[in-house]
């Protein structure tokens, strides 16, 4: 993975090596966290994250499964996804919005636990590598659908 220098971390643009979590954390001992993979390409108007609108619904949707409400709004979301590929000056990148619970109280109820959202960008390549598409790839196809987020 190539370090891009920011995160965006709580609202904020971080440095990269300044988001940090406690080890005491909920999602270090429960793994409460959501998290979505977005791919954001170049384009002649700058970068375009593909299907932005989807994924910050299927990122809220996740969520909202998982009784953690997020601080931020979906726009707060979108705005913060731009500012920090903006930040990072990348023309594609993928894009990693992750949801988690910090550290108030250990327990399994996480209810007082506070809800921490960091966005993080980086360069990546071919995803499956460049070999993927001179040699192709095997794949499966699953009849399970994906649940519902009610």
């Not at 993975?1 to 988001?19: C, E, H, L, Q, T």
């Not at 966290?33 to 977005?38: R, T, Y």
Request: charged fraction near 25%; charge should be positive.
């Amino acid at each position: 993975m190539v370090r891009a220098s920011y995160i965006w971390f709580n609202g904020k643009v971080i440095p990269w090596g300044d988001a940090k979590i406690h080890i005491l954390s909920h999602v270090t001992h429960y793994g409460s966290s959501v998290f979505e993979g977005i791919r954001a390409y170049a384009t002649p108007r700058g970068p375009a994250a593909f299907c932005l609108k989807p994924h910050i619904d299927r990122f809220w949707d996740s969520c909202k499964i998982i009784r953690m409400p997020l601080p931020y709004t979906k726009e707060q979301i979108t705005d913060g996804i731009k500012e920090i590929i903006r930040a990072n000056g990348h023309q594609s990148c993928y894009i990693r919005p992750i949801a988690f619970r910090g550290l108030e109280v250990l327990g399994v109820d996480p209810r007082r636990c506070p809800v921490e959202v960091g966005i993080a960008t980086w360069e990546w390549g071919r995803y499956l590598g460049p070999e993927a598409i001179e040699q192709g790839i095997d794949a499966g196809v699953s009849s399970w659908r994906r649940m519902a987020p009610d």
